[in-house]
């Protein structure tokens, strides 16, 4: 165990004597751990809606005032016709049309009901979809209350309603920032490990240091195992840091579950994916092929991990592709015990296939640095 001793003396020294790569794995991680849950918002505001009023009664203006009074809307000034409207939408002006037709409220009393027309700026098909639906419920919300002032003024007339009580468990505020930064700090921490144990051998390379470890009785295992563990030590330091000052401070993201068991999941998941940034190495002469295909990678783990959108809404060879991703496992994980306080039972599968992601690219790596050194 001495060699492996001097080699994380020396793996140690060369990452703190380097100024420039001490901000890279601590500081600006943080930063982003602070600011994307800030712009990463589910919710979309500040919608444009222009309205064409054709009726101008009381009911149309009712309906008006509910929606410039939500949170979502913003209502651009009012056109005299659909048109005028329409240009709008085409001015980038406007997201949202909505027309209320003549004798709205008139046909309200008379038939019971009536129709309003929508045109949604499809571009942007996110914006649209929700937009759309929030204008959608806040017409539904407003039907339900002239209905019952109707039916008031009509005593003959019977009103039935069925009450719906909803409780939202985990996260009873809905605040995407609960959802988000547990996600955000795995990607993280596998940025520090993909990328910065990914360069590592290949620097070796660059300068030529590495014929000398070749040439020296030191064994491949060792040299491998002096690569990855100041690198494991480094992701548990800036998990611990994004976790407990950002996460919990900043945000008051308070764990649910146990801390023992997440920091297990933890360290097995940081020597999976440290062993894939070695595996990465061994294939790289320099460190910008290194850089180039860690970024490769790096970008189907942020987009195919359920960060951002759920795996269950992907199609068949997407899923297939997320779940040969480790690091789809580890967010599971981390919404698990930090949101819902699940308990080592119910992680089992999740540890079992991190074992195997750790102990094929670690192997992997080990046998490919003899095949090619």
Not at 60 to 80: C, D, G, P, R, W
Not at 122 to 128: C, F, L, P, Q, S
Not at 130 to 138: D, F, K, M, N, V
Not at 312 to 332: C, G, H, R
Request: hydrophobic fraction near 50%.
């Amino acid at each position: 165990m001495r060699p492996l001793k001097f080699l994380l003396i020396k793996e140690f020294k060369q990452i703190f004597r380097n100024k420039t790569l001490l901000p890279l794995i601590f500081a600006l991680p943080l930063v982003q751990l602070t600011i994307l849950p800030l712009a990463a918002d589910y919710e979309v505001k500040n919608i444009n809606i222009s309205i064409v009023d054709n009726d101008h009664s009381t009911f149309s203006t009712q309906l008006v005032s509910k929606i410039a009074a939500s949170n979502y809307f913003i209502l651009i000034e009012s056109k005299h016709s659909f048109k005028e409207s329409y240009k709008s939408i085409e001015s980038d002006e406007a997201d949202l049309i909505l027309e209320i037709p003549k004798n709205f409220e008139k046909n309200i009393y008379r038939n019971g009901s009536e129709k309003l027309f929508i045109a949604v700026n499809a571009i942007n098909g996110t914006k649209a979809s929700l937009g759309g639906s929030y204008l959608s419920s806040i017409i539904m919300d407003f039907s339900q209350a002239i209905q019952a002032e109707v039916i008031t003024q009509a005593p003959t007339s019977v009103m039935k309603r069925i009450e719906v009580t909803a409780i939202n468990w985990f996260n009873p505020y809905l605040n995407y920032k609960v959802f988000m930064v547990p996600a955000i700090l795995v990607i993280l921490v596998t940025m520090v490990g993909a990328y910065m144990c990914g360069l590592n051998i290949v620097k070796e390379k660059e300068i030529g240091t590495i014929e000398q470890i070749n040439v020296s009785p030191i064994k491949k295992h060792h040299y491998i195992l002096g690569k990855l563990i100041p690198f494991w030590v480094i992701g548990l330091v800036v998990f611990s840091i994004g976790f407990f000052i950002i996460s919990w401070g900043v945000y008051g993201i308070v764990p649910q579950g146990s801390l023992l068991l997440l920091y297990g999941y933890l360290a097995l998941f940081l020597v999976a994916i440290l062993g894939f940034g070695l595996l990465i190495s061994t294939y790289s002469e320099t460190q910008q092929q290194a850089m180039s295909v860690s970024f490769f990678f790096m970008m189907i783990f942020i987009l195919m991990s359920g960060l951002f959108t759920s795996i269950d809404a992907m199609p068949a060879w997407a899923k297939t592709i997320a779940y040969i991703n480790p690091v789809t496992y580890f967010i599971e994980v981390m919404r698990m015990v930090v949101l819902k306080g699940s308990s080592f039972q119910h992680i089992v599968k999740h540890i079992l296939i991190m074992i195997g992601f750790a102990t094929l690219f670690n192997a992997w790596a080990i046998l490919n640095y003899r095949k090619t050194n």
